[in-house]
């Protein structure tokens, strides 16, 4: 009789044990007690997610009322084998043909009804799931899906507010390749852990890069040195203009350099970078919000450069302080202004990368209307929030 292996069995137990508990956040009735009915008692349901059982029977039954089962088929499991390998080696050598390679493995996954299969289809398809969800499906893919997976959630880390990245989830990224490895070096200069990631550019540079894999992490280097040695920022971006793959970080170095002189206030230097970087929808946010900011009047700000895109399609931080802006153009009143500042804007500052730069430019908006109206009573209780 054909069997599971004993070392796959407490996976599927906890993985049944996952799945029943996801429809029944949808769909009260999917309890434990309905769940086992006609299958196991609860004593059996609970210690099959801690040892294996003896018969396979009782995963097969599971299975079976999630619409799932396990794959027997030899041939098959190693067409997957061999296909996933294929995938994390083009993961690996961050191949152009991944993205093709993935999506027919994960249309492979969605049809094949089995257990494994379905549970990284998840994970890759799924953008709902925690993180602490991931990390649990990422302890049962196969060990070549492992790097995809972590990849997976380093994005969801990426797109989560800067607090969740704990010390227990931290702990628990564990990956292999440069690809994840450069993910997680931005992943700590976004919040802010600048000496982390500093020591962590230092042992990427010792390490054997592809031309695209040394661009990044010069990037983040020169983002590093934005943050926490400025003074030497300027050596370090120039120094990168000689180098052979500049091409490769071109976009990425004029968006640093603009924001650099932006935060510096060299606006002289800064509107040049940004003009150009409002001509691109990818970079017109936040460009356009720092050369509106610098404007300063209400006056004469250049129309086909502030409305060149529909706004629609940007995130709703963006459109917020965007619309402050074009209030001001408009001649908006100074309690329409402020109020919409305090309101709208002063909520979101913690969404933006980096939030100091939105915390200073909504200041300085505070106080040039505080100017205008001699209260100042809005921009001191800024103050006091941010510093």
């Not at 390749?177 to 020591?199: D, G």
């Amino acid at each position: 009789m054909i069997d599971i292996p004993e070392h796959e069995k407490v996976k599927i137990g906890q993985m049944i044990e996952f799945l029943r508990k996801r429809k029944w956040k949808e769909n009260k009735t999917w309890t434990v007690e309905r769940f086992i009915e006609d299958v196991c008692s609860k004593a059996t349901y609970a210690k099959l997610r801690k040892f294996p059982l003896k018969e396979s029977e009782t995963y097969d039954k599971l299975l079976a009322k999630l619409n799932l089962s396990y794959l027997y088929d030899d041939a098959r499991r190693n067409d997957f084998l061999r296909a996933e390998k294929q995938c994390a080696l083009a993961f690996e050598k961050e191949n152009d043909r991944t993205p093709k390679r993935l999506r027919a493995l994960i249309e492979s996954y969605a049809a094949s009804g089995t257990i494994f299969e379905c549970l990284t289809c998840l994970a890759l398809t799924d953008s709902t799931l925690s993180i602490s969800d991931l990390l649990q499906i990422h302890a049962w893919v196969r060990p070549a899906m492992k790097e995809i997976v972590m990849g997976q959630i380093l994005d969801a880390l990426e797109q989560a507010p800067l607090s969740a990245l704990t010390p227990a989830i931290q702990h628990a990224l564990v990956f292999h390749t440069n690809q994840n490895r450069i993910q997680y070096l931005f992943l700590l200069i976004r919040n802010e852990r600048f000496y982390e990631a500093a020591s962590l550019c230092e042992e990427l540079r010792k390490k054997d890069l592809t031309p695209r894999e040394t661009a990044r992490v010069r990037v983040a280097k020169l983002f590093l040195m934005h943050h926490i040695q400025p003074q030497s920022f300027e050596e370090e971006a120039s120094r990168l203009c000689a180098e052979p793959f500049f091409p490769l970080l071109a976009r990425d170095w004029l968006h640093i350099c603009a924001i650099h002189a932006y935060f510096q206030r060299d606006f002289e230097k800064a509107k040049p970078l940004l003009m150009k970087e409002a001509l691109c929808e990818k970079t017109f946010f936040p460009a356009i919000l720092f050369l509106a900011h610098m404007h300063g009047s209400a006056n004469g700000f250049d129309k086909q450069v502030f409305y060149r895109f529909p706004i629609d399609r940007f995130p709703v931080e963006y459109q917020h302080l965007y619309t402050y802006f074009d209030m001001k153009f408009n001649h908006a009143s100074f309690d329409i202004l402020e109020n919409y500042l305090w309101t709208i804007c002063r909520k979101e500052i913690k969404a933006f990368y980096p939030s100091s730069i939105m915390a200073r430019l909504i200041h300085d908006e505070l106080r040039w209307i505080s100017e205008q109206t001699n209260d100042r009573t809005r921009l001191y209780a800024f103050r006091q929030q941010f510093g």
